[in-house]
């Protein structure tokens, strides 16, 4: 998991950290801002010293979300060789989409973003921007002929996502975390892709 999350305040991280456990066990819809400064142990003045709301809240986790996905773009478009750095990818995103707080809050996200234009379109934000340098990734490839040129590179980035996210989820119910996608998700796409 990439580590380029910008230093926060302390009391910042103990709301955040407070709001996301909310999250997760009583889901977003469900949770009240009163529920995280009851878990937070502050007065509900001092979360509003720092967030507006519980909305503005998951615009922050938005904020951080992006923050670590920069990981990932920048790999992604770096000028090592298209499949190497491909590889690196599917593994890597499939172990940080599968970190349980990970998959159980995306759930709690795309649900609100559902609800709530404000949410989809900052979290939509993040995605757009790994989807261009996935994208990228695969048109690298199909130029110098390690991918196939047939394929919509925006269209079989979001299929990969979605295979990784997806499988992030039932990893969730799951005892062998992480070996399908090294074992059988990862050579399939690199499989499905040759030219």
């Known amino acids: 998991m990439p ?6 305040h302390p009391r910042k991280i103990e709301i955040l950290e407070a709001a996301v456990t909310c999250f ?9 801002v009163r529920d995280i400064v009851a878990k937070a142990g502050i007065s509900l003045g001092n979360l509003y010293n720092h967030f507006k709301g519980k909305e503005a809240i998951l615009v922050f986790i938005a904020e951080i979300e992006g ?12 000028n090592a060789d298209p499949r190497i750095r491909l590889e690196w990818f599917v593994q890597n995103y499939a172990e940080y989409v599968a ?3 990970n998959a159980l809050l995306g759930v709690e996200i795309l649900t609100e973003a559902l609800r709530s234009p404000t949410i989809a379109d900052v979290f939509g934000r993040n995605r757009d921007q790994l989807i261009a340098a996935l994208a ?16 919509n590179p925006s269209a079989v980035a979001c299929m990969i996502l979605d295979t990784l996210e997806g499988q992030g989820l ?3 119910s799951l ?9 059988t998700i990862g050579p ?3 499989n499905a892709l040759k030219p």
């Open 3 to 8: 580590n380029n999350v910008k230093p926060i």
């Open 170 to 172: 039932r990893n969730l």
């Open 188 to 190: 399939f796409i690199l």
């Open 24 to 32: 997760l066990e009583k889901g977003y819809h469900q949770t009240g």
């Open 99 to 101: 970190l349980p707080e």
């Open 67 to 78: 923050q670590e996905l920069s990981g990932f773009v920048n790999r992604l478009s770096d």
């Open 136 to 151: 990228g990734c695969l048109t690298k490839g199909g130029e110098s002929g390690v991918f196939s040129s047939q394929f």
């Open 175 to 183: 005892s062998s975390r992480g070996k399908h996608v090294k074992d």
